[in-house]
Every structure is written in structure tokens, then in C-alpha cells.
């Protein structure tokens, strides 16, 4: 059990933070770019769509790690000198710009056109439209695919290691250099990933329960079913 020993050192939960601070940090804003990215796709200035669709193509099409390597040693002799961290940073939410724009739009796609032409028949403005009856649809539709991208994101950034990001990975092979205990070392990264894995599900699983139209309207007639018969028969009241 010396892995669970090695777990909760200052080390590997100095470590733990760290890597769930760069997961959600690099998540973050792969999501807002994902949108605005999704969003330029559907532009009808087709030179925007072109720069949206070279962008999806260049960053889906070259691995991550040589986009990290990339960002940490080349920026630099451009002049820009950045923390490891930071060029993790950038480098994976870069990559997740991609991926998520094209999960955004799949979401945005699902959402029945017939209720933007009602919107517009209401007088909503395009914004509005987007604002009140495209995005609460579509976010029901994009959020399992964004549970999937999270944890692949809490695994792909281990990636940042080789820039020297002193995440768990680099905690982990460190511990086991010293002391060559790499069973041990190896075991507390391992459960420190399960940990966090296991916190990302609970929490997405939570949000897409408070989003589940059909439970929350199932909640109210539990609450208050006279009301609700009412509301749903008119002949009841």
C-alpha cells in the first residue's frame, strides 16, 4: 500500500492541484472558443467559415503533444517567453477550440429550425434568438460530449510534462527516479486521476440533471399536481 502513502505526500497533492487547475483552466477556454468558433462557422461571410474550417482542420489534424512542444520552444524565439504552465495552457485549450466547436455545432444543429422561424415571427432579433431558444436547447445537447471532452482533457494534459509542468505525471516519474519505486509512484498518480475523474462525472452528471427538462417538470407536478392538471387540462379546472 505504499502507493496510498505516496498519494497524500505535499508532492503528489501539490501535484493533483495543479492538474485540475490546468484541466479546467485549459477547458474553459477551449469551450468559449468552441462557441465562437461554431458560431463563425455559421456566419454567411464565407471568408470567416473558410478561417473557421482551417482552423478546425489544422488543430484536429496535428497531434497535441507537437502543438505543446511547439507553443513551449517556439514561441520564445519569437520573443514571447511564457511559464511552462502557461504554454500548457495555451496549447491545449488551442487544440479543444477544435474539437468543441465541432460538438457546439452538432448541438446547434439539433435544435429544430422551425423554432427560429416562430422566434422570428415573435419579433426576437437574431441575438435574442440565439440567447433564449437556441443556446438552452442546444446546451442539453452539447453537455454529454463536453463530460467526454473534460475527462479526455484531465488525461491529455499529463501531455504537459514534457514541458517541464510540474503536474502529476512529472510528480510521478520524478518520485520514481529517486527512489526507483515506480509501482508505488505510478499507483498514486493513478489514484489521484481516478479521484479527479471521478469528481469531474459526479459534477457534469449533477448539471445535467438541474438541465433535464422532463425531471424538473416531473418535480413539479410531484410538488403541486393540482396546479399542474389544471395547467395541462383546461377541463379540469
Excluded at 497533492?13 to 477556454?29: G, H, I, P
Excluded at 484536429?60 to 512542444?69: A, D, K, M
Excluded at 415571427?121 to 440565439?130: H, P, R, T, W, Y
Excluded at 422532463?214 to 399536481?225: C, I, L, M, Q, V
Aim: proline share 4%; glycine share 6%.
Amino acid at each position: 500500500m505504499e502507493f496510498l502513502h505516496k498519494a497524500v505526500s505535499t508532492d503528489f497533492l501539490t501535484a493533483s492541484l495543479l492538474t485540475f487547475v490546468l484541466t479546467v483552466l485549459s477547458m474553459a477556454l477551449g469551450v468559449v472558443g468552441g462557441v465562437l468558433l461554431a458560431l463563425a462557422k455559421g456566419v454567411r461571410f464565407a471568408p470567416v467559415r473558410w478561417l473557421a474550417d482551417a482552423y478546425i482542420w489544422f488543430f484536429r489534424g496535428t497531434p497535441v503533444l507537437l502543438q505543446l512542444i511547439f507553443v513551449f520552444n517556439v514561441l520564445p524565439l519569437w520573443g514571447l517567453s511564457l511559464s511552462p504552465f502557461t504554454c500548457a495552457v495555451i496549447a491545449l485549450s488551442l487544440n479543444e477550440v477544435a474539437y468543441m466547436a465541432e460538438i457546439v455545432r452538432g448541438g446547434l444543429l439539433g435544435v429544430d429550425r422551425g423554432q427560429r422561424t416562430a422566434a422570428r415571427m415573435l419579433g426576437l432579433s437574431e441575438a435574442g434568438i440565439l440567447r433564449w431558444v437556441v443556446l438552452p436547447q442546444a446546451t442539453r445537447l452539447i453537455l454529454p460530449p463536453t463530460g467526454n471532452q473534460f475527462i479526455g482533457m484531465l488525461k491529455t494534459s499529463a501531455l504537459a510534462s514534457v514541458v517541464s509542468v510540474q503536474d502529476l505525471m512529472l510528480t510521478a516519474q520524478r518520485q520514481a527516479a529517486a527512489d526507483f519505486d515506480y509501482v508505488g509512484s505510478l499507483g498514486a498518480a493513478a489514484v489521484h486521476y481516478l479521484v479527479l475523474t471521478t469528481v469531474f462525472t459526479l459534477a457534469l452528471r449533477q448539471v445535467e440533471r438541474r438541465l433535464d427538462v422532463n425531471r424538473r417538470a416531473a418535480a413539479r407536478r410531484t410538488k403541486d399536481p393540482v396546479r399542474t392538471t389544471a395547467a395541462v387540462d383546461p377541463a379540469a379546472r
